[in-house]
């Protein structure tokens, strides 16, 4: 098993800034991937970035590449998501996620077996 804790949400004008933090405890070695997904009121969960141990690879949704930035402190077993340049179209409930099976395919919320509670990000005009 494994356990996700998000937290740094809030509100903020637009054109700022948040950290997202994930905090991961129990079976951590088992993790393949970590990403953050978000969800705005009345639309589909959308996928945003994503870290996979296999290669140190990062990915970025097209909507948020060049101004999010995904990384990570082995050490915490924590996955930050920077936020910048924050737009009112960023409002959403943002998930971190956890996958421990195999997967090619870390932008698919299908392929992450745990997930986090969600923190509400709001940014205002």
């Known amino acids: 098993q494994v356990q996700l804790v998000e937290s740094g949400g809030g509100l903020v004008q637009a054109g700022g800034s948040l950290r997202l933090s994930c905090a991961a405890s129990?079976?951590?070695?088992?993790?393949?991937?970590m990403g953050w997904f978000r969800q705005a009121p009345g639309k589909e969960r959308e996928f945003v970035a994503a870290?996979?141990?296999?290669?140190?690879?990062?990915y970025y949704s097209n909507s948020v590449k060049g101004r999010f930035t995904i990384s990570r402190d082995n050490a915490k077993s924590t996955v930050y998501l920077q936020m910048n340049s924050l737009k009112p179209e960023d409002t959403a409930v943002y998930s971190c996620?956890?996958?421990?099976?195999?997967?090619?395919?870390?932008?698919?919320?299908?392929?992450?077996?745990?997930w986090g509670q969600g923190t509400q990000v709001t940014v205002s005009s």
């Open positions: 996620a956890a996958g421990t099976r195999y997967s090619s395919s870390w932008y698919i919320g299908t392929n992450y077996n745990y």
């Open positions: 129990g079976r951590t070695f088992s993790i393949r991937a």
């Open positions: 870290f996979s141990r296999s290669g140190d690879s990062t």
